[in-house]
C-alpha cells in the first residue's frame, strides 16, 4: 500500500510528453527517431495511464507500456482499458528499482513525467541508468522536473506546512489543516522582507492546485527540485546527451543562430542553468537521446520543411491575429496567409511541404511555436474532420463517458470538458456501429438531441478532435 492508493493522484494527460513531439524535436537537430505511430512507448510512474492510453487510441498500431508502485492506480488503469478495448497498452504494477535492472526492452519513446523530483536519491539515481539500458538506438527520453531556482521558494513553503502539520492526522483533516494553514500564511504583510513575499506568493498558488496534488506534492516526504545541470550530469554519468526541451517556449535556447558557433554539450547546459537561475525558471521538460547520435545545433531545415503544423488561430483584422493569450501582428503576406489557413484547418495540421515555403517562413513558424502560437508535429493528424458513413468517435472518450467523467482526452492529445448532456448522449452512439439514419434516431431516442441535427452535432465532435478515420 503506497500513499497514492490512499489518496490517488489526479489522472492527467501531458502535450510535452507526446511521443511525436518528442520525435519533432529529435528531427529539428538533425536526427531520425522511430516512427511515433508505429513505436515502442514507456511511461515510468505513470499513475493510472490515462496519458499512455490516449496515445494508444491515437496510434493503434504503437506499444504502450505503463508502470507504477500504486497497485490501485494500475487497476484503475486497467479496468479503463478494458472498458475501451484498449489492447495495445499494458499497464505494471513494478518498483522503479526493478524496472532499472529487470524490465525487458527496447522502447523508443521513455517518458518519466512528474517523477524524478518526488522519489528518494536511489530511485531518482536509477531513473537515468533505466533510461540508458531500455532506450532504442534512435530512441528519445523525457525527465520532467521541478527545477531550480524557481523549486527554492516551495521547498520553503513545504517545510512551513511540514514543520506545522501533525504527521499522524488521517489524510482529510491533515488535507484541511493544510488549506487553513496556507490561506493563512499568504496574506501580505506591509513589512514582508523579499523572501516571505515570494513564499507567500507560492502559497497563493499551491491553494488553487486539487487537493490531491496539495496532499502529495507540498505534504509528501520527498521532493528534490534539480537543476538542469545535475540532471544532465546524471544523465551523461549513465550514456546520455541532453538534446533540448519538450515544453513550449525553450525550444530556441538549445540552437544556434545567426554567426554564432554550435556550443559543445557541457557548455549549452550551463548556458541554460544560467538563464534559470536568470529567470526563476520552475520547471522542465528535458529530452535525452544517447550519447552517440551528437545532436546538432543548428535547425535541420530539410527535418522543419517535413513537418506539420496546427495552431487554434483567429483573426481579428487583418494581419492580426490571436491564440489563447497570445496576440500578434503579421505585415508579410505570405505568412499572414499560412496562419490564415491553419485557423481554418484547426485542429487539422498542414504539411509544411505542402505550402511551397521558403526557409526563412519556415524559421518564423519555428518561432511561433515557441511563442505558443502554433504545434509542429512529425506525423499527420491521428484523428478525422470528415466523419465517415459510420462515425467512430475515441473509445476512451465514451468510456470516459459512461463513466460519468465530463473531462475528456481528445485524439489531439488535450483536455476538454463536455459539460453539455446533449454532447455526451451524441458522443455515447458513436461506436462505429450507427449510419446517420441510425445515428438520428437513437440521438432523438436519447431525449438529448434538441434540435441539433445529425450533421452539425458531427462537426462539432470532429472539431474537438475526437472522431477516428477509418482503418483501410
Not at 4 to 18: C, E, G, K, L, N
Not at 54 to 82: C, K, T, Y
Not at 233 to 249: F, Q, W
Not at 392 to 408: F, N
Amino acid at each position: 500500500m503506497t500513499p497514492y492508493d490512499t489518496v490517488p493522484y489526479p489522472s492527467a494527460i501531458f502535450r510535452q510528453a507526446q511521443p511525436e513531439r518528442m520525435a519533432m524535436v529529435a528531427r529539428l537537430h538533425g536526427l531520425n527517431p522511430p516512427d511515433p505511430a508505429t513505436a515502442r512507448y514507456l511511461e515510468i510512474g505513470g499513475g493510472d495511464g490515462l496519458h499512455a492510453m490516449a496515445l494508444a487510441v491515437a496510434f493503434p498500431d504503437a506499444s504502450f507500456v505503463n508502470f507504477d508502485l500504486a497497485p490501485s492506480a494500475i487497476a484503475r488503469g486497467q479496468r479503463w482499458a478494458d472498458a475501451a478495448g484498449i489492447t495495445n497498452v499494458r499497464h505494471l504494477v513494478l518498483d522503479i528499482l526493478k524496472a532499472a535492472d529487470q524490465l525487458e526492452g527496447p522502447f523508443d519513446y521513455i517518458v518519466a513525467h512528474g517523477v524524478y523530483a518526488w522519489v528518494p536519491e536511489v530511485v531518482r539515481a536509477a531513473i537515468p541508468r533505466l533510461i540508458a539500458r531500455l532506450l532504442s538506438p534512435d530512441g528519445v527520453a523525457m525527465i520532467s522536473y521541478n527545477a531550480l531556482p524557481g523549486g527554492y521558494s516551495r521547498m520553503a513553503v513545504r517545510g512551513l506546512l511540514r514543520s506545522h502539520l501533525d504527521p499522524d492526522l488521517p489524510p482529510a483533516e491533515a488535507l484541511a489543516a493544510a488549506r487553513a494553514l496556507l490561506a493563512e500564511f499568504a496574506v501580505p504583510q506591509a513589512q514582508d522582507e523579499p523572501i516571505i513575499a515570494a513564499m507567500r506568493r507560492e502559497a497563493e498558488a499551491m491553494q488553487s492546485r486539487p487537493g490531491e496534488v496539495v496532499f502529495h506534492d507540498e505534504m509528501g516526504d520527498c521532493y528534490a527540485p534539480q537543476s538542469i545541470g545535475d540532471v544532465a550530469r546524471a544523465c551523461a554519468e549513465a550514456g546520455l546527451c541532453y538534446l533540448n526541451e519538450s515544453g513550449k517556449g525553450l525550444l530556441r535556447q538549445s540552437f544556434a543562430w545567426d554567426d554564432a558557433p554550435e556550443p559543445e554539450p557541457a557548455a549549452l547546459v550551463q548556458q541554460l542553468e544560467a538563464l534559470d537561475f536568470a529567470q526563476g525558471r520552475y520547471f522542465r521538460s528535458s529530452l535525452f537521446v544517447h550519447a552517440d547520435r551528437a545532436p546538432a545545433r543548428r535547425i535541420d531545415a530539410v527535418a522543419l520543411g517535413g513537418l506539420w503544423a496546427s495552431g487554434h488561430l483567429r483573426e481579428e483584422a487583418p494581419g492580426e491575429f490571436v491564440a489563447g493569450d497570445t496576440r500578434i501582428e503579421v505585415a508579410d503576406a505570405a505568412l499572414a496567409g499560412v496562419l490564415r489557413a491553419l485557423g481554418r484547418e484547426a485542429p487539422g495540421r498542414i504539411a509544411l511541404a505542402d505550402l511551397s515555403l521558403g526557409y526563412e517562413h519556415l524559421l518564423a513558424l519555428f518561432r511561433l511555436v515557441d511563442e505558443r502560437m502554433l504545434d509542429l508535429h512529425a506525423v499527420p493528424a491521428p484523428f478525422t474532420l470528415t466523419p465517415g458513413e459510420r462515425p467512430l468517435a475515441s473509445p476512451l472518450i465514451r468510456m470516459q463517458i459512461a463513466e460519468g467523467r465530463r473531462v475528456v482526452a481528445t485524439l489531439d492529445h488535450r483536455s476538454a470538458e463536455i459539460a453539455d448532456p446533449r454532447a455526451r448522449a451524441f458522443l455515447a452512439l458513436l461506436d462505429g456501429s450507427r449510419d446517420r439514419d441510425a445515428l438520428a434516431r437513437d440521438f432523438a431516442a436519447t431525449g438529448q438531441d434538441g434540435g441539433v441535427t445529425v450533421d452539425a452535432a458531427l462537426a462539432m465532435v470532429a472539431r474537438g478532435a475526437m472522431l477516428l478515420a477509418e482503418r483501410r
